[in-house]
């Protein structure tokens, strides 16, 4: 089972799968959110790449320290697996806070970002998302993690999934409380501490960049994708018509073809390859 060591001496547990010899593609999950997040991503990947799947610290088989975290520190943390995975770049691939971990990584190490894909995540705070995460920390302190997944899956999931499938969405819920309530604060409380000049350093970004988005996305909206789309030189727009939050899990074959695509065509490019791939709308 392997283990890569933070600095600050965090145990944080990750996997390697797919392609002995494919390019590596590092993916960072979400709030409260182990690897298990990217289960539906795997096969996809491995076919052409070397896929690296950690837990981030708090959730999974990674430690769960008490106190305080920072996303700059998680991000030292996925190049720490990086690195003990035995990679000095990566395709970086992350969603929601891991979106936010990933832009953290694309300015600070930008020399080990191959390729950026940017999933249902922002680059500042609103005021409405920051009293949503104070409430989501406080439900989950004081009444428990099973308790915050049952309230708030309608964030995650669209709600013509929700009226269809709702009993399907165990799965969902038992990924959302793998962190424990106090690991979870913590996690939301870093949230709500990374300052809003990271955006100031986004056209700083030099790797290619996917941005995707759901059309129902209610959590991180559209308008939060086309800023960061502005933001980041060359950066490109993808949007899945008809998903929301959680499209790596409800809209899974979309969110891959669409992802798969970019890297196919990112590596092509870098390889002095050419591609006919075009980005723009995509019916979940």
Known sequence: MPYATASDGIRLHYDVFGRRHGEAVLMVQGLGTDSRGWALQRRAIGRHYRGIVFDNRGVGRSDKPAGDYDLTLMAEDALAVLDAAGFESAHVVG????????????????EQVRSLTLACTSCRHLSWRRELLEDWAAVAQTQGMRAFAARNLRWLVGSRSLRRFWPAFGVLTTIAISAPPQAFVSQVRAILDMDDDLRLLLPTVTAPTLVLVGSQDILTPQGDAEEIVELIPGAELAVLQGAAHGFMVENFGTFNRVMLDFLTRTSASQKGLGSGFELGTYRA
Do not use: D, E, K, N
């Open 95 to 110: 969603a929601s806070m891991g979106g936010v971990i990933a832009q953290i990584i694309a300015v600070r190490r930008p």
